[in-house]
């Protein structure tokens, strides 16, 4: 605290020899001494103000957005830095309001990293600082007996696929990774592991949604894509929309029968779904309520009560809207191909996921094992958001790589000071597989095919589709927005237009004014032409409909039409290209309630592994096709292995039933709901 202190007395005065506006002395001068201490006890006081003031104001700005209370960070630190001026008892030190800004950001950024320094130079100072903060958030819980056996933490690198994770580690991109599998060099180990790598394959929806569904609450049926239309409610489900999340979180504890996989002692942070937790922070299944029991943002000001925190956030969330702004121009004037627009928002809707919601989620997940909870899960969106639009194998994803690697040794050096045992399981939803979208290839958009398909008139102007990004539903969230509400009411029209949703390399076609799932035999005669026009576009890879005389059917090109309960991976028809489980994948789907009238796939390269995105990204995944539905699972070898000897970790429910196993073997059995909790949760 000292050298923390001292440092921060020499900034201020560097910065007042610098600052023209910004002085320590009065205006006939004082002696070298006196401005030395003027500075101290000025850095002195504003220290204090800091600790003991911004806390507070944070509480009292609990109304005011996330994303508005980080840009008032530096009207608020330059505001405590002029009280402090002013409240000095032996200086005459001023400044002009915006000087003090920049010169209160300066001071806290400087104390902010010195104070990491020291601590990582000195392992005897950082122990003693983390068991303090351990020792005071176990007296604030309930003062009860300290925990038994180990704890696990989740960290979920969102859309890091399992090959994409191996290439990184072998570039040497992420050292913590590569140590926890055992540094190779020239093919062999240079230590001892501790972790073992484990690939999984997804469900045909290969997405957030899905996957974290099935993983945090052990059910993922009926979630045919990201987005889908229900012909009974007339309404559009997102599963990044809360509501939406909201409502399949509760049809999966219903489905179940339990709240999840961290209904004991478990904390949520970041995710789509609560997992059953009681500590939540950036939840998005309860980010729709309203009122003192949302704690959806809570992990935001709990973060931005520290102002080191929140300084050092800010000045990285402009660096990184600055570095999104320098790539996408160098892409653009190096004229890359496949390319998608990245101007707008989206800089900010990026530096969002890659640098804010990161640093709150990892700083809650350190709260957590500081906390001694039981179990942990967390997801880094951050890869997901750049590779959607750099693609998944561009060096601006590869540089977020490195900077979540970073986050992973922190958490890992932390783990070393936590009042229990903690053993680490790295693990992502779903891939992401490259190329370039659908409407860059054939100049229209899988709506207008549909359109075209069904004789209806193609508009000139293409219209841009939805993102299935996940940070932008977060941003919304923080703001206090609606996310993707509104527009997702659709009546029948007089014309009966079907309606066209985009879920990755997905896509699916609704007819709203027939209430139950058309047949194959009742798409034909209503439209005869369409269903040959998807089948057969080079784009379009296979078509999924329900027949009335084969039950699920997979249409494909040159008049292949297969009965789904036929497919197999020796005889896989239409899904050839598509790998090992594809029929699988596909005959479930087939059975949800919520399937739509047509599914579409687009075409699959098995060579480059490329897909065609039916939405505006060139690193997409929601469907069957390359690396977007190949995860990893890296779990201590501590714990069981995930599945035996030539067996296949296949689908997020399997996933979920490994997880709740590791729990159990942790001393941390999760229980089933009772009526009466299930009734408290719903409510």
């Known amino acids: 605290m000292l050298a923390v202190w001292a440092v921060s007395a020499v900034t201020m005065l560097v910065l007042a020899g610098a600052l023209p506006d910004f002085r320590l002395q009065s205006v006939d001068g004082d002696s070298a001494t006196r401005i030395a201490v003027t500075a101290a006890v000025g850095a002195g006081v504003f220290g204090l103000l800091s600790s003991l003031v911004w806390p507070l104001l944070v509480r009292a700005l609990l109304l005011v957005p996330a994303l508005v209370l980080g840009l008032l960070v530096f009207f608020l630190n330059g505001s405590l830095l002029l009280v402090a001026l002013w409240v000095n008892p032996v200086g005459h030190g001023e400044a002009a309001p915006e000087t003090a800004v920049v010169v209160a950001a300066a001071m806290s950024a400087v104390a902010s990293a010195t104070g990491g320094a020291l601590a990582v130079r000195d392992d005897d100072a950082y122990r003693r600082r983390l068991y303090r903060l351990a020792d005071r958030r176990r007296r604030r819980a309930d003062g009860g007996p300290g925990p038994v056996g180990p704890g696990i933490v989740f960290l979920q690198l969102d859309g890091v696929g399992h090959e994409s994770l191996r290439q990184a580690v072998a570039d040497g991109l992420m050292p913590t990774v590569a140590r926890w599998l055992g540094d190779v060099v020239d093919g062999r ?18 997405q957030t949604g899905a996957s974290q569904l099935g993983i945090l609450h052990g059910s993922n049926h009926d979630v045919p894509a990201f987005r889908w239309y229900e012909k009974e409610s007339r309404e559009v489900m997102v599963c990044n929309r809360p509501s939406s999340a909201a409502e399949l979180q509760r049809r999966a504890i219903e489905r179940t029968g339990d709240g999840g996989l961290l209904t004991v002692d478990g904390a949520s942070r970041g995710n789509l779904f609560s997992g059953g937790a009681d500590q939540l922070a950036l939840v998005l299944s309860i980010a729709a309520r309203r009122g003192r029991r949302n704690r959806s943002r809570a992990g935001y000001f709990a973060y931005f009560s520290d102002p080191a925190n929140a300084v050092r956030t800010a000045m990285s969330f402009v660096a990184d809207v600055l570095r999104e702004i320098g790539q996408s121009t160098r892409a653009r004037i190096g004229k890359q191909r496949p390319r998608v627009k990245r101007g707008g928002l989206y800089p900010f809707i990026r530096a969002f996921a890659t640098v804010v919601e990161r640093d709150v989620v990892v700083a809650a997940v350190i709260g957590d094992m500081l906390a001694g909870r039981s179990a942990v899960y967390a997801d880094l969106v951050a890869y997901d958001e750049v590779a ?26 932390v783990a070393e000071h936590a009042p229990r045992a903690y053993r680490i399981v790295l693990l992502s939803d779903h891939g992401q597989s490259p190329g370039e979208t659908f409407l860059g290839r054939y100049g229209l958009s899988l709506g207008n095919l549909v359109r075209a398909g069904c004789g209806l008139p193609v508009p000139r102007k293409a219209q841009r589709t939805h993102s299935g ?20 009411q659709h009546r029948p029209s007089r014309r009966s237009e ?14 709203p004014d027939v209430p139950h799932r058309m047949s194959k035999e009742e798409i034909d005669a209503r439209h005869p032409a369409l269903l040959s026009t998807l089948a057969n576009h080079p784009g379009i890879g296979f078509v999924l409909v329900r027949s009335a005389e084969h039950g699920g059917l997979v249409l494909g090109a040159h008049g292949a039409e297969i009965p789904v309960d036929e497919l197999s991976d020796e005889q896989p028809g239409p899904l050839a290209d598509f790998g090992p489980g594809a029929a699988d994948a596909v005959r479930r789907t087939h059975t ?8 579409v796939n687009s075409w699959f390269d098995p060579a480059d592994g490329e897909v065609l995105a039916f939405e505006e990204q060139i690193g997409s995944h929601g469907g069957l096709g390359g690396a977007q539905g190949r995860p990893f699972l890296l779990s201590p070898l501590a714990l069981s292995e995930p599945v035996g000897d030539g067996t296949e970790l296949v689908g997020a429910e399997h996933v979920h039933r490994v ?25």
Do not use: K, Y
């Open 189 to 206: 180990p240079t230590h001892r592991p501790t972790h073992r790598l484990t690939p999984w394959r997804t469900d045909w929806s290969s």
């Open 388 to 413: 959607h639009h750099s693609g998944p194998g561009s060096r601006d994803a590869a540089q977020v790589l490195e900077r979540l690697d970073r986050s992973l040794a922190l958490i890992a050096q």
């Open 469 to 488: 990004a996940e940070a932008r539903a977060a941003v919304r969230a923080a703001l206090r927005l609606r996310v993707e509400e509104g527009a997702e």
């Open 498 to 511: 079907p309606i066209v949703l985009a879920s990755g390399n997905l896509g699916l076609v609704s007819f």
């Open 592 to 599: 949800f309630p919520h399937v739509a009238d047509i599914m």
């Open 659 to 683: 997880l709740r196993r590791w729990l159990r073997e942790s001393d941390g059995p999760q229980v089933p709901l009772t009526a009466r909790e299930e009734d408290r949760r719903a409510a």
